[in-house]
């Protein structure tokens, strides 16, 4: 452990030294530190000519202008009173200040209209969710009924099938396929003989009716 403490103690001292030889040379690189001078011509500066058609057309703007005047003042020769906008340019900055940047009042109160709204919309999605709960029990009482009828059609058309099946093989002798012709000509006949039979026991019915009427009138 003594030894490890050592070692320790004599990395922190090399590290020192070595940091103060570093430092002097740092220093004096700094000392010697000669930037270049920014070269700008006060005496004879650029000044475009805006009524020469040599002049590039970005050299005759406003904008170029006012970095003009930033860069040598009034020997740039730009009147100080152009550099302000218009007062149609003011307006319109003034009206981009205003959406942008708007008073603290028209913030808070842009951020409770959107909380009204978000509030709102949650209330009435809400609402519609407890509705369709409320209609659940009956949207699935109806799912049901539709299921068991849809089952109860199924049997029963079976039953109608093999029936006809039977039917056609005690008619002709063997089984027909139900997509023939042979066999919808066959169902064809037994549908019009079941009207018929229909219409006979109706009208059987309806005289029946009248007679017992007739007979409850004579006496």
Do not use: C
């Not at 959406?99 to 009042?105: A, G, R, S, V």
């Amino acid at each position: 452990m003594a030894a490890s403490l050592l070692s320790r103690r004599t990395a922190l001292m090399l590290g020192v030294s070595k940091l103060n030889s570093f430092l002097p040379a740092v220093v004096q690189q700094i000392a010697n530190y000669n930037p270049r001078p920014l070269w700008l011509n006060i005496k004879n500066p650029y000044i475009p000519n805006k009524e020469s058609e040599k002049t590039p057309e970005w050299q005759k703007t406003d904008k170029y202008e006012r970095r003009l005047f930033g860069r040598y003042g009034s020997v740039s020769g730009v009147d100080p009173a152009k550099l302000w906008p218009s007062p149609a340019r003011l307006e319109e900055l003034m009206a981009e200040e205003r959406e942008w940047h708007p008073p603290i009042e028209v913030m808070l109160e842009n951020i409770a209209a959107r909380e009204r709204e978000k509030q709102q919309k949650r209330m009435e999605r809400e609402k519609i969710i407890a509705a369709n709960m409320a209609k659940m029990p009956k949207m699935i009482a109806d799912w049901k009924k539709q299921k068991r009828e849809t089952k109860q059609k199924q049997r029963e058309e079976k039953v109608k099938r093999d029936k006809l099946l039977a039917e056609a093989r005690e008619r002709f002798g063997y089984a027909l396929d139900p997509r023939s012709a042979k066999f919808k000509e066959m169902v064809t006949e037994i549908e019009k003989e079941e009207k018929k039979k229909r219409k006979l026991l109706k009208r059987r019915k309806r005289e029946e009716e009248q007679g017992t009427g007739t007979a409850e009138s004579s006496q």
